[in-house]
């Protein structure tokens, strides 16, 4: 299986991240192939990288490094065409998804032969600020709402980050956009191609603005934007 880690500025959490996915047994036994992307980061996690790359338990894996701060869109746009695996999962590198819960996206989409499955999010991580979680709430909801309505499906979180895809599908997706709008056009462009989608409940600690980087409404507007030019072909 491909593990693609787009990484931006994680010099406190993408070691752990990356130790944790070296480290994981995979349902049936399944190998796991690592590609790495540096987003341009400027915070000791370009150097970090550089040095795991040379670590002999990274010897197999995929390291690059961008030369400038394009995005996480960006990110998978480079890594997808090196994917190998049967299946391509996205793993953020800020300890945010359980990654243990991989094995419940791969034993799904195996058993009931899915070409995709996505996790839907349950909060493990109560300490997050009450505007916030009020303002993530509706916009995940609306956002979920509306997919629904002009692609026929019934997601019920198109906002999270953990698709796990066949590898072949994803490679025919006409995946439209930049940075985080690419998130969104990937779930667009899935539910456009096949129905024969899973979801799966999975964990999900919410970081704190001063933990990490959050999405703001700006992101909610391009992904609005994205769903309807998507559906209608623009």
């Excluded at 997919?147 to 999270?160: E, H, R, S």
Aim: proline share 1%; net charge positive; with cysteine.
């Amino acid at each position: 299986m491909s593990i693609i880690v787009p990484v931006y500025n994680e010099v406190q959490t993408v070691s752990i991240v990356l130790d944790k996915l070296k480290n994981l047994k995979l349902y049936q036994n399944f190998t796991i192939q690592l590609i790495i992307v540096d987003d341009n980061s400027n915070d000791g996690t370009k150097d970090l990288l550089k040095k795991l790359e040379k670590d002999e338990n990274f010897k197999n894996d995929t390291f690059i490094f961008k030369e400038k701060n394009l995005g996480k869109g960006d990110s998978q746009k480079i890594a997808i065409p090196l994917c190998e695996g049967d299946f391509t999962i996205i793993q953020d590198a800020d300890l945010e998804y359980n990654i243990s819960n991989i094995n419940f996206l791969l034993k799904l989409v195996i058993e009931e032969n899915y070409d995709a499955v996505l996790g839907f999010r349950r909060l493990t991580n109560t300490k997050i600020y009450s505007a916030y979680f009020i303002f993530h709430k509706i916009a995940v909801l609306s956002l979920t709402i509306l997919t629904n309505i002009l692609y026929f499906t019934k997601f019920k979180d198109v906002c999270t980050c953990y698709r796990l895809i066949k590898t072949s599908l994803l490679k025919e997706l006409r995946i439209n956009g930049e940075r985080f709008e690419y998130d969104f056009s990937m779930i667009n462009q899935l539910a456009l191609k096949t129905k024969n989608i899973g979801q799966v409940e999975i964990d999900y600690n919410n970081r704190s603005f001063k933990e990490g980087k959050k999405n703001t409404w700006i992101v909610g507007i391009y992904a609005f934007k994205r769903i309807i030019l998507d559906r209608f072909n623009f």
